[in-house]
């Protein structure tokens, strides 16, 4: 008896949403009364409600415009993150709710005082309905003297512990549990105890956890080098003792996110002292085991994200939003939306399969407009997050469903026209969402950090050699839109394919400031 079954092309629309889709979108993206009655009836019901809180942002004369337009790119895959379509246009019912997923804290400064205000900032943050990332590696290792307590601390892990039982305490908005990222510099004296410390049954249950690698400790493993341990040496500590900075075996200056307290040189470099060396290559294996055995911690590479970074001259980034997709600076917001790919797709799996790449670039136009306007009803509690967002308007879009786009166009996953499809896309995503930000630029105005001038540093020029060559000289001033569209290694690139925009984005400025964001596997709910 023959039992293969033939598969029928069917137009992508003809396919009805899976059970589970709908269960998802009716317990957390639905919106409902108190009482429990629904107000959107049906999906669509949702797109139009979404469409019409984000357009309502426009003038008057052009609100309705957009609302068609809006309503179409959601009707054609442009998905954007769950706190939008949760809460968007739901004011009247979540008065306290944010349209963004997910912040990073301000940094933790090495003080009570600071801990416990970041505990309070992050409470608020998580009862909007936000998640939240953090750095705890700016705290003194454990066993380190407290002068001012005339006692010893216990360290970073300790103080996670508090934060991981206030997200336990606090009731997210929108029905979901409270989600944080916790990271921790390789260099860090503790860190070995941060890589065990979900070995211990219950503890840090709130955290996703990611180590911080540095170019420095991947060349010590690759040349099987002893690897320092260190922390910054406190101002006060070095102007009382006075000890050699020179002597390598004690000291070693590394980047580090605060300056304010310690001994920094001309480059930006923050004098460590070394409390413990180990070789390189056995903490390599610790933290390989640690993410065979658990899959964590995870695995950051914090100066290619650095590197990589836009904003390079004016952030340290050191945390990320809690799936880890969202590299952000202090105060940070996750402001991100996906393009499903599968609906692009005409006559899937026969052979006239195709990808309508021009109806793909409307969309992932259209859809950068669109998350730009939630920068303007973010709803984030803290004045901080909402002068972060509105200063350099950060958003993110990635794409979703490659794999089932590549099996309706007839193509095998990890093939050479694949991988070529997949490049493709990514390009052509950016280049269409940098040419929508240039045409918001010019009809709204850049972001305002664009317009700002910054001083040249000595630190800049050696994150920038080419500055110097093009007679950048320190203490002269620079715009932050040549900052950006000349000198970011990320535009750079974008360059190479389309120079003619990129000069004009350094002429003007941009609206839109990220690139590419592709959320885990697992995380999206399409």
């Not at 990320?320 to 799996?349: D, M, W």
Request: neutral net charge; glycine residues 8%.
């Amino acid at each position: 008896m023959n039992t293969v079954v033939k598969i029928e092309p069917k137009d992508i629309d003809a396919i009805p949403y899976q059970e589970a889709s709908l269960d998802i979108w009716d317990k957390k993206y639905r919106l409902t009364a108190k009482d429990g009655t629904p107000i959107d009836k049906t999906m669509d019901d949702t797109y139009k409600r979404v469409a019409r809180a984000i357009a309502d942002v426009e003038r008057e004369d052009v609100r309705e415009q957009w609302y068609e337009r809006f309503l179409w790119a959601l009707r054609r895959g442009a998905i954007p993150a769950g706190r939008v379509i949760s809460n968007a246009g739901a004011l009247q019912h979540k008065p306290a709710t944010s349209t963004i997923n997910c912040t990073v804290s301000g940094t933790i400064h090495d003080s009570m005082d600071n801990i416990l205000k970041k505990v309070h900032e992050a409470g608020l943050t998580l009862k909007s309905g936000a998640g939240i990332g953090y750095c705890f590696s700016t705290l003194r290792p454990r066993g380190a003297y407290v002068s001012g307590a005339g006692a010893y601390t216990s360290g970073p892990l300790s103080f996670m512990d508090i934060f991981d039982k206030m997200c336990f305490t606090v009731s997210s908005a929108g029905g979901r549990r409270g989600a944080q990222m916790g990271t921790f510099d390789v260099g860090h004296p503790d860190v070995m105890e941060f890589i065990r410390a979900k070995r211990e049954n219950g503890r840090l249950r709130q955290f996703n956890l990611s180590l911080l690698i540095t170019d420095e400790f991947i060349r010590a493993v690759r040349e099987d080098r002893e690897w320092q341990l260190a922390f910054p040496i406190a101002l006060k500590e070095y102007e009382s003792e006075r000890p050699d900075l020179t002597d390598t075996s004690k000291f070693v200056w590394r980047e580090w996110e605060i300056h304010d307290g310690y001994v920094v040189n001309d480059d930006g470099l923050v004098a460590c002292k070394i409390y413990k060396s180990l070789p390189a290559r056995r903490m390599w294996d610790l933290i390989m085991t640690s993410t065979y055995d658990f899959a964590e911690p995870g695995f950051i590479l914090i100066d290619r994200v650095n590197e990589m970074n836009n904003n390079w001259w004016c952030e340290n980034i050191r945390a990320s939003n809690p799936c880890g997709e969202q590299i952000l600076p202090e105060y940070g917001a996750c402001l991100l939306g996906s393009v499903n790919l599968t609906r692009f797709v005409k006559h899937p799996f026969g052979e006239f399969a195709e990808f309508d790449w021009d109806e793909y670039r409307e969309v992932v136009k259209i859809f950068t407009r669109l998350l730009d306007n939630v920068v303007e009803i973010n709803g984030l509690p803290l004045e901080k997050q909402r002068e972060e967002i509105l200063r350099k308007r950060r958003h993110g879009m990635g794409f979703l469903g490659l794999g089932s786009t590549l099996t309706l166009l007839g193509l095998k996953y990890g093939a050479p026209e694949s991988v070529r499809f997949t490049e493709d896309v990514a390009r052509e995503m950016a280049v269409a969402g940098w040419e929508a930000a240039l045409e918001l630029s010019r009809e709204k105005g850049p972001a305002p950090i664009m317009n700002e001038e910054f001083t040249v540093t000595k630190e800049m020029l050696r994150k920038r050699p080419e500055m110097a060559r093009d007679g950048w000289k320190p203490g002269t001033k620079i715009a932050g839109r040549l900052l950006h569209a000349r000198y970011s290694r990320y535009m750079q690139r974008i360059a190479e394919v389309a120079p003619r925009l990129v000069h004009e984005l350094a002429e003007v400025g941009e609206e839109r400031r990220l690139s590419a964001a592709v959320a885990r596997t697992g995380s999206h709910h399409p």
